[in-house]
């Protein structure tokens, strides 16, 4: 015990040296013995691994508060001796010569050239060993999030000597995280032993290495612990179904959320105003390369810059938007065919224009600190964050749009031009004011798509390619010039696509939904969600 | 009142006009088939007039191109129908031919298997697919040139012209048709070559297809065939079936309230379009050597669209006259700025579809007619949207 708080110590303490100071105090504790030192890793340095692994232990047991750090370098291959027999630390092994410090003192000795070293080797067992060493020396560790890795590490590791260490650990873990992990890793092994009260506490736990354990002791020669292990299995078993399948359902709806944002300013061009617009998915393009841009001016902020990109790509993609429709679509008003061509146009000078301009190479997008990462529900099922916000993000576009088209007064003169133009005209509304309104708005909300999009893919001069095919599908399944219905076949179509991925593959499930839209639309020619009355003639 | 005018627009455009302008544009093509044969057989190879090999290939594909132009052209043109899956038969077609070429290389194949094609032995593959079988015989090949893409155009085009989809969405559809295609060619597991699609043809009816005379005898046949498809296109919209579908293009409701079962009409001409552009497809394999995937982007059917408006839709010689300037234009710019490509091509999608609504044939008509009132696009009314 007391050589693991020791070791806890000195690991707290090694960690203070290289990222804050505060453990400084704690180093004049006990003064290092530099001879008894070089003779623990005198030791190391011997052709057989059995004794090598005795070594370990005698380091292990040392006291000595770098073997921490000697442990971790061994481990990684870092731990080196030199050609006139000093034992150093190989600090970064890229290119040919590598800088090494002092093993004994930590002193740094400059670079020296990789044929001067030679490295002391290691297999898998003590690999294993070093590993299960180190991860508890860290639970002594005061950071909560480095408990909770090591204690994590240790699922499936365990041996008869760690249990009673653990066990006094658990009893004073503050932290409950830690101490479910550590009781977890107690029961793995007490029930690879064959023990019920294992096989008990691993009762419902998703994590992989418990239901090894379980199925270990399924074949115990115990009836009644095989009998209870199996039973356990097989409730697991269920859990992870449900949760496969809520996996695939979160991961369906983030498709899902990306079609509907990339289809719903189609929605409203193409819908509302029955221009097709083949430049939408170039427009996505431009606001991705919009928050790419805004991570350039704003170097290191890229969580602002992703921010004042969401106004910023909104503005670029409807400004781009209104040049497309002052410049090309009024002069082809009422021929939807001929518009579909000239904009295609747009499109591929749109595309060239990156190319040329910027490169033909994908540009990367940093994804923000606060949307990386993942949300743990449990051992079996995770949600990225990025996509979780991507989603949200998608239904407030679609909130607002719904809000715009139904509440303001340019949803009203929208709707009216939509349903009768001269008449509206008549009325007063100035019918090509709102045109380029309609159509900036549409194209605005691409920009959105884009921006969003740069979170999740790569920002490159094919993006809107990608998705335009796509986009067109959701709006014609949804029924043209119905929102609801954009947002419905979105995400129904990114559910069926994810459900089919697992046993058609990802290309097999595209062509699948692709004939089955076809098909569907031989079927219902409106859409999911028909138009009716007068507008449906148009 | 709108209507009038423009049917008889078209009635006199395609009635007394375009007979003259089938005899001038076979006239036109036959003489030029006869002048490269001419430059390239009977002038040396030291005089700057000969026309090399390389440039007889070229004008061949060009050729085969201008086909398929002619064929969405019935269907655009004349019948109202976007298709921008046309490239899908033209793969089709192009696939067919290109399963015959593979099995006549026998066991010359790297792998030297004298029945399966190389990539199937590269994939481990003990026996032919079923749908591989019968490719060895040139008949059967050729026949499927015709049928395949054919079959395809029935099939999809009974069920959407049964339900009526029609204009925009009927685009959309035909563009997510030959998308799935690609998807699913350029999937291995396919059978069709996957990625690297079919290639190393050596020989086609026993002719080797690296000598010069055989590439000139593809060139003259595709001229032929390109011929052939132009009077039978003729043919079609000067009877009176053709009749019935430009005016389905100009007012579906009204000619089927008329009696006119309007989607048979269209079936038939959709299945006949399919197959024009599968043996253009055919015709046009063996002169580049390769058929992949690529071919059924919605890019290059988008592309083709452009050639006939580039040339003038509802003219058969404009789409003609498209393909072969685009393609050329297309040789041109890739060879000296291939940047500047896109631009271009971008730029003419543009500038045609807004100055130039009737294409090069509609300036060339337009010019012939000058004494009458110019010829711009009357105001958009329901009826001129619905020809559109």
Not at chain 1, 225 to 253: H, P
Not at chain 1, 412 to 438: C, F, H, K, P
Not at chain 2, 69 to 90: N, P
Request: glycine content about 10%; proline content about 3%.
């Amino acid at each position: 015990m007391r050589r693991f708080l020791s070791l806890g110590l000195l690991g707290l303490l090694l960690l203070g040296i290289t990222l804050n100071a505060q453990a400084q105090d704690a180093e004049t504790n006990n003064s290092p013995d530099d001879a008894a030192a070089l003779e623990l890793l005198e030791a190391l340095d011997v052709e057989s691994y059995a004794a090598k692994g005795e070594a370990i232990t005698a380091i292990l047991q040392s006291d000595d508060e770098r073997a921490r750090d000697w442990l971790q370098a061994l481990l990684d291959g870092r731990l080196q001796r030199t050609d006139d027999g000093r034992f150093v630390l190989v600090l970064e092994n890229r290119g040919r010569d590598w800088p090494v410090a002092d093993v004994l003192t930590g002193e740094e000795l400059g670079e020296m050239s990789r044929r001067e070293l030679d490295r002391i080797g290691i297999n898998n067992a003590l690999r294993n060993q070093l590993r299960s060493a180190i991860a508890v020396v860290d639970l002594y560790s005061p950071s909560v999030e480095r408990r909770r890795t090591s204690a994590e590490r240790l699922l499936g590791e365990v041996d008869g000597e760690l249990v009673p260490v653990l066990n006094d650990l658990i009893e004073q873990e503050e932290d409950d995280q830690v101490r479910y992990r550590l009781t977890q890793a107690v029961a793995i092994y007490r029930a690879e032993e064959g023990e019920m009260a294992g096989v008990e506490a691993l009762d419902g736990s998703l994590h992989p290495r418990s239901r090894v354990a379980l199925s270990r002791a399924a074949n115990s020669d115990d009836p009644v612990v095989a009998n209870a292990a199996a039973a356990s299995l097989a409730g697991i078993e269920q859990q992870l179904k449900i949760n496969r399948g809520l996996e695939t359902l979160y991961f369906g709806l983030s498709l899902g959320s990306v079609l509907v944002l990339a289809a719903i300013g189609l929605a409203i061009t193409f819908g509302v105003m029955g221009v097709i617009n083949m430049a939408h998915g170039e427009l996505m393009m431009l606001g991705a390369y919009t928050t790419w841009a805004m991570q350039q001016l704003l170097p290191g902020q890229p969580g602002l810059a992703l921010v004042l990109s969401i106004p910023a790509g909104f503005l670029v993609a409807a400004l781009a938007g209104v040049a497309i429709e002052r410049g090309v679509i009024q002069f082809l008003k009422g021929r939807p065919l001929e518009t579909l061509l000239a904009t295609f146009g747009v499109s591929l000078i749109l595309q060239q224009l990156v190319r040329t301009v910027i490169s033909p190479q994908n540009r990367t997008v940093i994804t923000p600190e606060w949307m990386s990462g993942s949300l743990v529900v449990n051992d079996a099922l995770s949600l990225t964050l990025n996509r979780m916000y991507v989603l949200g993000f998608a239904l407030v576009v679609f909130a607002g749009l719904m809000l715009i088209m139904r509440r303001t007064r340019l949803g009203l003169e929208v709707r009216a031009v939509t349903q009768n133009r001269a008449m509206a005209r008549s009325m007063g509304i100035r019918a090509t004011r709102v045109d380029i309104m309609t159509f900036a708005l549409g194209s605005g909300v691409a920009g959105l798509a884009g921006v969003a999009l740069s979170q999740l893919t790569n920002v490159g001069p094919n993006l809107g390619q990608n998705y335009i095919i796509d986009s067109f599908m959701v709006v014609v399944f949804g029924g043209v010039g119905n929102l609801w219905g954009t947002l419905v076949a979105g995400l129904s179509l990114g559910v069926i696509n994810q459900v089919l991925e697992p046993w058609a593959g990802a290309v097999l499930a595209k062509i699948i939904v692709l004939v089955f839209i076809i098909l569907f639309i031989q079927k219902r020619p409106r859409g999911l969600f028909p138009q009716k009355g007068r507008a449906a003639e148009g | 009142m709108s209507l009038t005018t423009e049917s008889s627009t078209n009635f006199w455009l395609t009635r007394p006009f375009s007979e003259r302008s089938t005899q001038i544009f076979l006239g036109v093509l036959v003489a030029a088939l006869a002048l490269v044969t001419i430059l390239h057989v009977a002038v040396p190879a030291d005089n700057p007039l000969h026309v090399g090999a390389y440039t007889v290939n070229l004008f061949g594909k060009y050729l085969s191109y201008a086909l398929l132009a002619v064929a969405v052209d019935l269907v655009w043109g004349y019948l109202g129908i976007l298709s921008l899956g046309h490239g899908a038969f033209f793969a089709i077609g192009g696939y067919a031919m290109g399963m015959y070429l593979m099995r006549q290389i026998g066991d010359r194949g790297t792998y030297g298997d004298p029945v399966l094609p190389d990539f199937m032995v590269f994939l481990n593959w003990d026996s032919l697919p079923w749908f591989w079988h019968g490719f060895d015989m040139a008949w059967f090949a050729f026949a499927m040139v015709l049928i395949a893409p054919g079959l395809l155009a029935l099939v999809f085009g009974f069920l959407a012209f049964r339900s009526r989809v029609t204009g925009v969405y009927l685009s959309i559809i035909t563009q997510a048709l030959t998308f799935a295609l690609m998807l699913a060619f350029f999937r291995n597991e396919m059978g069709f070559g996957g990625n690297n699609g079919l290639t190393d043809f050596r020989e086609i009816l026993g002719f080797d297809l690296r000598t010069d005379a055989t590439r000139l005898g593809l060139f003259l046949v595709t001229g032929v065939a390109l011929a052939l498809g132009f009077i039978l296109c003729r043919a079609i919209v000067s009877s009176k079936l053709g009749r019935v579908s430009v005016a389905t293009r100009d007012a579906e409701a009204r000619t089927r309230f008329l009696g006119y079962r309007v989607e048979r009409f269209q079936l038939f001409v959709f299945v006949v379009s399919a197959m024009l552009s599968g043996l253009a497809g055919a015709l046009y394999v063996p002169q580049v050597g390769i058929i992949n995937p690529s071919e059924f982007s919605p890019i290059f059917s988008i592309e083709i669209v452009l050639w006939v408006a580039l040339g003038g839709r509802a003219t058969l010689y404009g789409a003609v006259i498209g393909a072969i300037l685009v393609n050329y234009a297309k040789t041109i710019f890739t060879g000296v700025m291939p940047d500047a490509w896109l631009f271009a091509l971008g730029g003419l999608f543009v500038f045609v579809t807004v100055f130039l609504p009737k294409g090069v044939a509609g300036l060339l008509l337009h010019l012939k007619r000058k004494k009458r009132d110019d010829d711009t696009p009357a105001p958009t009314d329901k009826i001129q949207e619905a020809s559109l």
